[in-house]
C-alpha cells in the first residue's frame, strides 16, 4: 500500500531565541527537518508534503534541498495541529494509501517504528506512536482499553486520573489519506488552547466505529526539540547513537565520547578513529584507514590504509587514495591525491591533483586565489616538493620532477626536471653585528626618552 507523508514545519520557536525557524536548526550538520524527511524517506513515499509557517521561504528552499520533489504547503494562522494537516489537503487530493504525519523538529522516530506504524494500519483505521514516560509532565496522555486506543487527552484538559496515565503522545499518526481529512473536517476548537488537535481525530474515529491503536516506541525517539537546551540534548542522542552503532560495524573509536559524527558519516569497518576528531557532512572512510586525533573532515573521501592527522583539515573535494598520508597542520580542499603520496606537514593544498608516490614537503602552499578566480595545480606521479615550495596556479609540476626548497615556481616544470625559483644568495659580512647595535641603542633611547 503506498504511504505518504506529511511533516510539520511551521511551528516559530519562541524558546529558541532565534531568528531562525526552528526546524533549521542543525543536529549532527543536519537541519531537524532534514532528520525527519530522512527517517520518512526509507518508506519510500509517494508524495512528501512540508506545511510552512514560520520562515516559510526559508524552511521550503531547506526541503527541497533535501528532496527535489517534496511538495509546500504553508500554514499562514496557527491554529493547531489539525489546522496545519490540513493545509496539506490539496497537495494530497487523490492520494491512495496512508498518510504519516510527523514532526520536523522531532528528529529522532526510527525507521522501524513507522515501518510497525504502517503494519499496524492494516487491523486500524488510525495508528498513533506513543511512549512510556519516565516523567509523563505535560505530555498528551493516551487512553487505552486493552490495544484499544479510546483518545487522547491534552494535559490542559486531563484529569488527575488521566494525568496519572504513563503512556503519552508522540504526536506521530497514521492514517488512511481520505479518512485522514474527513476526521480533521470535524475537529473543533473547544478546549483549553482553543486551537483545532490532530489527536482530537481519535474519539471521533471511534464514535464512527472506525478502530484506533497506539505503537510504542523509546522515549529517545520521541525527543522534540523546543529549547537550546533540547538542541543540545538532541545532538548527544545522536552522537551517542552514532557511536555505538559505528563500533558494532567494527570502527574502532579509541575515547568514543570525543568523536562528532555528522547525520551521513560512513565509516568502514577496521578503520581506527582515534580521539577528538570531528566528521562534517559528506565523509566516507574507507576500511583500515585511520583518523589521527584532533583532526576535522567534511566533504571528503579517505580510502582503504590512509593516515590523515593529527591535527588535519580535509575540506569539500577532497579524495585520498589508498595509503595517502596527510599529516599534521594540513589542509587540504579540493585536492586529489592518488595511491601513496605524502603531504606529512604544514602545507595548504588547494584545487590540486597530486600523483602516486609523490612527496609534498613541509610549508608547501598551492597558492590557487587571484583575488577573483580559483586556478588548478597538477604534480605528476613520484615528483618531489622541496619544503616552502610556493606553487602558483595555473601550474603543472611533470612526472618524477622536483622543486628546490624555498621556490616560487611559476611555470611550468617537465617531467624528471628540477625547477629552482628563488632568488641568489648575498651574505653580507659584519652586518648583522652592526644592525643588532643600532637597533639595541635605539631600544635604550626609547626606554630612556619615556623615563
Not at 383 to 397: E, R, Y
Request: proline share 4%.
Amino acid at each position: 500500500m503506498p504511504t505518504n507523508l506529511v511533516i510539520l514545519a511551521a511551528g516559530q520557536g519562541t524558546r529558541m531565541q532565534s531568528d531562525l525557524p526552528k526546524v533549521l536548526h542543525e543536529v549532527a550538520g543536519a537541519p531537524l527537518l532534514h532528520h525527519a524527511m530522512q527517517a520518512g524517506a526509507t518508506l519510500q513515499p509517494d508524495r512528501v508534503v512540508v506545511v510552512t509557517g514560520n520562515g516559510a521561504e526559508d524552511v521550503a528552499a531547506a526541503a527541497q534541498d533535501f528532496d527535489p520533489q517534496v511538495l509546500i504547503a504553508e500554514q499562514t494562522e496557527r491554529l493547531g495541529t489539525a489546522h496545519a494537516v490540513a493545509q496539506a489537503r490539496t497537495a494530497l487530493e487523490g492520494a491512495e494509501g496512508d498518510v504519516i504525519v510527523l514532526y520536523g523538529d522531532t528528529p529522532f522516530v526510527r525507521p522501524e517504528t513507522l515501518e510497525r506504524m504502517v503494519e499496524a494500519r492494516a487491523d486500524h483505521a488510525v495508528v498513533v506512536l506513543g511512549f512510556e514516560a519516565a516523567d509523563p509532565g505535560r505530555y498528551g496522555r493516551l487512553v487505552m482499553n486493552g490495544d484499544a486506543l479510546e483518545r487522547i487527552v491534552e494535559f490542559k484538559d486531563a484529569t488527575d486520573e488521566e494525568r496519572a496515565i504513563t503512556l503519552c503522545n508522540s504526536g506521530v499518526i497514521c492514517v488512511d489519506a481520505a479518512t485522514l481529512f474527513e476526521l480533521i473536517e470535524a475537529v473543533g476548537k473547544d478546549n483549553a488552547s482553543g486551537e483545532y488537535y490532530l489527536t482530537d481525530i481519535v474519539a471521533i474515529a471511534c464514535s464512527r466505529g472506525l478502530s484506533a491503536t497506539a505503537v510504542a516506541c523509546e522515549e529517545a525517539e520521541t525527543l522534540g526539540v523546543n529549547s537550546r537546551a533540547d538542541l543540545a540534548a538532541a545532538e548527544l542522542v545522536f552522537q551517542n547513537r552514532a557511536r555505538s552503532q559505528a563500533m558494532q560495524e567494527g570502527v574502532t573509536l579509541q575515547a568514543p565520547d570525543t568523536v562528532w559524527f555528522a547525520y551521513d558519516t560512513v565509516i568502514g569497518r577496521d578503520a581506527l578513529v582515534e580521539p577528538h576528531v570531528v566528521f562534517g557532512p559528506g565523509v566516507t572512510i574507507e576500511t583500515g584507514a585511520r583518523i589521527r586525533a584532533f583532526s576535522h573532515l567534511e566533504g571528503c573521501h579517505v580510502s582503504r590504509g590512509a593516515v590523515v592527522g593529527p591535527y588535519a583539515r580535509l575540506r569539500p573535494g577532497t579524495e585520498l587514495a589508498e595509503d595517502v598520508k596527510v599529516g599534521n597542520f594540513v589542509e587540504i580542499k579540493n585536492g586529489i591525491l592518488d595511491a601513496g603520496a605524502k603531504v606529512n606537514h604544514l602545507t595548504y593544498i588547494g584545487d590540486a591533483s597530486i600523483g602516486a608516490g609523490t612527496n609534498v614537503g613541509a610549508g608547501t602552499v598551492t597558492c590557487n586565489y587571484d583575488g577573483v578566480f580559483k586556478h588548478f595545480t597538477e604534480i605528476g606521479a613520484g615528483a618531489f616538493i622541496g619544503s616552502d615550495t610556493m606553487l602558483v596556479a595555473p601550474v603543472k609540476i611533470g612526472a618524477g620532477a622536483m622543486t628546490a626548497s624555498g621556490s616560487v615556481i611559476t611555470s611550468d616544470v617537465p617531467a624528471d626536471a628540477l625547477a629552482l625559483g628563488r632568488a641568489r644568495q648575498e651574505n653580507k659580512p659584519d652586518l648583522a653585528r652592526k644592525l643588532m647595535e643600532r637597533l639595541r641603542e635605539a631600544k635604550r633611547n626609547q626606554s630612556g626618552g619615556n623615563s
